[in-house]
């Protein structure tokens, strides 16, 4: 998705914050595991590491049960009420609209939250890496489509995950010789058109569409199932209206195009389109078959200031502890730098450069991310007198979740701000 900066804008108000919680923490036995090296041949010992503790408690306690405060920082938190609410939101939005869902599952790569969304009914999910095709087919996912213009070095991974799982995995391609390579695959294609965001995908009014089409068409043991478009520059939009206008560009450039292979003779099955600011603002999708948002799982502070969502809506973010406030200073550091939140720079043609907004403190900017650190900012020094001790913990709601999720190995699930459960973050290309 497309991320450009701009002019300034009040930040939102997002929901308050809580008090701090301070404990020490130590590794024990439990947590260590060999490590080989290669070297036991040579008479050297195997090294030990500790696992990775973002999901555990003091005293080493599980995460589950406790409040979200008490766990070890920095961690990621998924918002259940507000996840569930987003999930149903857009499932009755398609059904409104006449679309069935495809929700893209690279925002959250997750397979609890994946079967979420098709419990309510979405008829299968959009993923972007080999890891997240292979890890929701053998969850069970009998239906992907792996929407990243596929290298024909990856043809026979596919075809191999397919066959082993039975799952139906549709490969995205715009490319002529691509579309050559995968005859005899037995895959369904789909063919990837630019509709306005110009980073990949055939260009409708050409003839090089048309003959990628002709290709595919021909259905020399592959399925073309259709025709495929990411609106990525609704993200660019600064409201409702302007994303709604990107929703029927998309939609009428789809359609004609779809219109036009027909009359050469080109079976067209399947329209899909897809992008969060567009299927959140699209007033009509005559002709289109399907939609694959993705972020409106989780949303994030770019979709809040581009008027997506509320701040209730977003349902992750990171929690942190102050690591560093020093008397008289106007800034404070937090334990989540960039490989947490990323370097997403936010949307700044519609709000203040900012690398995230602390939760229930709109007064207070993520102004800068180094690798671990993140430095909070204040106008004053008097803004922060008595608060933002160290120790204390506060959440972060990341500019792009997409990007954030992907820092980290697990969620933890929150609801009424307790541990109920974790989730696996399926990393990897």
């Known amino acids: 998705m497309g991320r450009d900066a701009g002019t300034p804008h009040a930040p939102p108000a997002l929901a308050p914050g809580a008090a701090a919680h301070r404990r020490s923490v130590d590794v024990g036995r439990a947590d260590l595991r060999p490590l080989p090296t290669g070297l036991e041949r040579h008479g050297c010992r195997q090294l030990h590491l500790g696992r990775p503790r973002a999901a555990r408690g003091p005293g080493d306690r599980p995460a589950k049960g406790l409040t979200m405060y008490d766990i070890e920082t920095p961690a990621l938190l998924l918002h259940?009420?507000?996840?569930?609410?987003?999930?149903?939101?857009?499932?009755d939005r398609a059904r409104r609209l006449g679309v069935t869902l495809r929700p893209h599952a690279k925002t959250h790569k997750c397979v609890q939250v994946g079967r979420l969304q098709l419990e309510h009914g979405a008829r299968g999910l959009t993923v972007a890496t080999t890891v997240e095709a292979e890890v929701f087919a053998r969850a069970g996912v009998r239906d992907l489509t792996w929407a990243f213009p596929i290298d024909p070095d990856h043809i026979a991974h596919v075809r191999r995950?397919?066959?082993e799982t039975g799952a139906t995995l549709r490969v995205v391609v715009d490319d002529l010789a691509t579309a050559r390579a995968l005859a005899g695959s037995g895959l369904h294609v789909w063919l990837k058109v630019d509709c306005g965001y110009h980073r990949a995908g055939v260009d409708p009014s050409g003839s090089y569409a048309l003959a990628v089409a002709r290709e595919l068409g021909r259905e020399q043991e592959l399925t073309f199932d259709g025709i495929l478009?990411?609106?990525g520059h609704a993200y660019r939009t600064k409201n409702q209206r302007e994303a709604a206008q990107v929703a029927e560009?998309?939609?009428?450039?789809?359609?004609a195009f779809a219109e036009r292979l027909r009359q050469e003779g080109i079976p067209v099955r399947e329209v899909s389109v897809g992008s969060t600011p567009a299927m959140a603002a699209a007033e009509q999708l005559d002709g289109v078959t399907e939609a694959r948002p993705g972020n409106y799982v989780f949303y994030d502070r770019t979709m809040v200031l581009i008027g997506c969502c509320t701040?209730?809506?977003?349902?992750?973010?990171v929690l942190a502890s102050v690591v560093s406030h020093q008397p008289g200073a106007a800034h404070f550091i937090v334990n989540a730098g960039a490989l947490e939140l990323s370097k997403d720079a936010g949307p700044g043609h519609v709000g203040p450069a900012a690398m995230g907004a602390v939760r229930g403190a709109p007064e207070l900017t993520v102004a800068t991310l180094s690798q671990e650190h993140g430095l909070i900012r204040a106008e004053s020094a008097a803004v922060l007198d008595g608060r933002f001790n160290v120790g204390e913990r506060l959440e972060i709601i990341p500019n792009h979740s997409c990007l954030a999720v992907a820092?980290?190995?697990e969620y933890q699930v929150v609801r009424d701000k307790r541990v109920v459960d974790r989730w696996k973050v399926e990393r990897g290309r």
């Open 161 to 163: 995950v397919a066959l």
């Open 407 to 409: 820092q980290f190995d």
């Open 80 to 91: 259940l009420d507000a996840v569930e609410r987003n999930v149903k939101h857009m499932a």
């Open 249 to 255: 560009q998309e939609r009428s450039v789809m359609v």
């Open 229 to 231: 478009s990411h609106s």
């Open 311 to 317: 701040p209730e809506d977003v349902g992750v973010s």
